[in-house]
């Protein structure tokens, strides 16, 4: 006799397997075999795992938007099993390559007359991270009551270092708009509640800086996971 107590490659539910035509037969491995094939999915325990070759798996096998990084197992899907090419951007699931985590765009009131040390615009947009590369990206209008007045700006997050990213010389012209934008990159830790922000220091030691009223200031934060 060779039959098998219980089969290697189930154990949820198991079952016993008759190898020879000598073998005894019992009525409860049919409906083993029946609960077995009921709950069989590929995983541990519910029989062999599928045998993926180079290159099988191609967009049309995914649901679109399905996949996120918390899915798959580590190192379970590598590059080699992936037909190059047809992974679609609708296969990825909102939000698990970069999200948008927030956005300003407003024409601000804001004036600021001292000098000596930055002080912070309405300009920002509080946001939460989850630990990913930041990419902020911002663009201001400002005035300087004084002609060729001088305006730095300084973009940073809170709990994070601020950087002074532009120094500009206003025109000739008293209160003539000027536009300031750029892009800076911050790496926090992941946590409930940041704020980016844009400053201004009064560089020219008089006058005042304004925002300029009826055009639009803009400050994005996108954290890029990959």
Partial sequence: MARIETDPN???PTFSRATAATDLFKKEDVQNLAAAVSTHDHSSGKGLAVPIGTGQITSAMIADGTIVAGDIADG??????ILDGT?????????????????????PTFSAAATGGYIATPISVTFLSEGGLLRIEWSAVFQHSVANGQIQVQAGITGGTSYPLGLVNCSGVANAAITVSGVFYASPVAGPSYTALLSVYNASGSGTITCSPGLYSTLWVTEQKR
């Fill in 10 to 12: 189930y154990s949820g």
């Fill in 87 to 107: 992974i679609a951007t609708a296969d990825i699931a909102l939000a698990a390559v970069s999200h948008n985590r927030g956005g300003y765009i407003a024409s």
């Fill in 76 to 81: 379970a899907i590598t590059s080699a099993k």
